[in-house]
């Protein structure tokens, strides 16, 4: 089992960041897509009209429903977490956040030109395609046992994706 370099846990703060804000990831770790940008662009988003306390709880809600939806994929497919759980707690988060601002947990580790469209089309909604029929999860959600990174964890906690993915739900 290696130590996951500095750039990898950076990379996945920066996905924390690009579901919440329209930043767009400056670091090669994170794939693109070439979808083109259509009128659905300009649809609103799922969470635009909820309060602040509405979206804290919505995020909260789809945390904890994503956070399940991991660990039961992990004994599902025999994989297991990152040996630095940092790294799955950070992409739980972005998926949750995808689910209340999509309707869909999205993949949270590309940048998409039109996410609504992407939502709808699937391919990389997660599960993904290719973790489904290859368990290729480029976000280090689900590690195979021969990936350099892989850990002994096939469960993580609500508080621990919590703590370790900066901060209470929707406050980020
Ligand atoms: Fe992203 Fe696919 Fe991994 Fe889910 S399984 S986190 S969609 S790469």
């Known amino acids: 089992m290696r130590t996951v370099p500095m750039y990898l846990s950076l990379a996945m ?5 690009a579901t919440t804000t329209a930043f767009v990831p400056p670091t090669s770790f994170l794939t693109k897509t070439t979808t083109t940008p259509t009128t659905s662009s300009f649809q609103m988003s799922k969470d635009a009209d909820m309060t602040p306390e509405e979206r804290e709880i919505a995020v909260e809600k789809a945390l904890k429903a994503m956070t399940a939806f991991s660990n039961k994929y992990i004994a599902n497919t025999s994989t297991k977490y990152c040996s630095d759980l940092s790294i799955p707690a950070v992409v739980i988060k972005g998926l ?4 209340v601002t999509l309707g869909a947990p999205l993949c949270p580790c590309r940048y998409y030109s039109d996410k609504e469209k992407e939502a709808k089309d ?3 909604n997660c599960p993904c395609v290719p973790m489904r029929e290859r368990h290729e999860c480029h ?3 689900f590690l195979t046992e021969d990936n350099d990174f892989v850990g002994d964890a096939t469960e993580i906690s609500f508080d621990q994706v919590n703590e370790l993915s900066g901060g209470a739900p929707g406050i980020v």
Not at 13 to 17: G, K, P, R
Not at 96 to 99: C, D, F
Request: glycine share 6%; proline share 0%; with cysteine.
């Open 122 to 124: 699937g391919f990389w």
């Open 13 to 17: 703060l920066s996905i924390l960041h």
């Open 96 to 99: 949750a956040e995808h689910k």
């Open 139 to 141: 976000c280090m959600l």
